[in-house]
């Protein structure tokens, strides 16, 4: 009697196991496509031409190129007094400052050397490792060693 | 028999009106969330005005371009600026566009402001800080 009732039922049975697909499968595309419009929303991909910051790659090759001999100096000697005094100023002034209710910096730079460098050094103004918009590179050499200074923005409001 | 088969449509058909709703308003939901606030490209634009102007004032060493003034700015730069838009350039003394828009600077969301310092060189290799501040009101 059970079999029979099961044999029956066999249509049921497929139809409502179609359902049951087909409802997964509704759920995963509706959440996946909700993820993407709400990470779209908020800005938060970044897409590989953004990359690139002409104004201030502008103003970091003209800055090295002028003291490139500080920064010879500095890192050859392991002191980084006065590299840091000129250093600083000019990563914060690389920052845009935009106004609305109020005045902010729209993320700030920050200076690596990479390489086999001498002295290990940093300048590290605002990082969250994880938001970085711009990268600006360049291969700075100091008694053949090849030196990376490498320039990075983080994104993220920081108040005057 | 027959009346148990059609219980099982009544459930399917009910369970069809359910999965058209959550589909509807996912879809309407996402649509909200992407449209939903209006569009305000004016940082972008103050932006995109500050990357023209610092083409306009360096040449392609990165070396300044000293020619330019107040008076020859605008046509220099093939810019041409309506009652939106508001450029200040220091050192150079240029000032051009709509002058009040600079008083609503961090004073509210009527106008966006936007600072930015460009490092060029002279003509005798010395650093020139370039302040240039960017103004964008809303379209009348």
Redesign the interface.
């Known amino acids: 009697m059970l079999n029979t009732t099961i044999q029956n039922r066999k249509g049921q049975i497929a139809q409502t196991m179609n359902w049951v697909v087909a409802t997964i499968i509704i759920v995963i595309v509706l959440t996946i496509s909700f993820f993407v419009v709400t990470k779209g929303e908020t800005g938060q991909w970044i897409l590989p031409d953004k990359q690139k910051d002409f104004v201030a790659t502008k103003s970091i090759v003209n800055f090295v190129d002028i003291n490139s001999n500080l920064i010879e100096d500095s890192i050859v000697s392991g002191n980084y007094s006065d590299f840091d005094k000129k250093f600083n100023p000019f990563l914060w002034n690389l920052s845009v400052v935009a106004c609305d209710n109020i005045c902010r910096y729209r993320g700030a730079w920050n200076l690596r050397f990479e390489g086999k460098v001498f002295a290990e050094h940093d300048i590290i103004l605002y990082s969250l490792g994880d938001k970085d918009l711009y990268y600006v590179d360049f291969i700075f050499p100091i008694k053949d060693k090849q030196i990376k200074l490498k320039f990075w923005e983080a994104s993220g409001w920081i108040n005057l | 028999?027959n009346n148990w088969?059609k219980r099982?449509e009544k459930y399917?058909s009910v369970?069809w009106f359910a999965?058209l709703v959550?589909?509807a308003v996912?879809i309407s939901?996402?649509v909200i969330?992407?449209y939903g606030k209006p569009y305000d490209v004016r940082?972008i634009e103050?932006?995109i005005l500050?990357?023209k102007i610092?083409?306009c004032l360096?040449n392609a060493d990165?070396t300044l371009n000293a020619e330019i003034n107040n008076e020859n700015f605008l046509n220099k730069c093939h810019l041409v600026l309506g009652d939106e838009y508001y450029l200040e350039i220091d050192p150079f003394g240029i000032k051009q566009g709509n002058f009040n828009l600079k008083d609503y600077?961090?004073?509210?969301?009527s106008v966006?402001?936007?600072?930015?310092?460009?490092?060029?060189?002279d003509e005798e290799?010395?650093?020139v800080?370039i302040k240039i501040l960017s103004v964008v009101g809303k379209d009348a």
Not at chain 2, 105 to 109: A, L
């Open positions: 028999m088969n099982g399917l369970y999965i959550i589909v996912g939901a996402m969330i992407f940082e103050a932006g500050i990357n610092v083409d360096s990165g600077c961090g004073k509210g969301e966006v402001c936007v600072k930015r310092n460009v490092y060029l060189l290799n010395r650093e800080i």
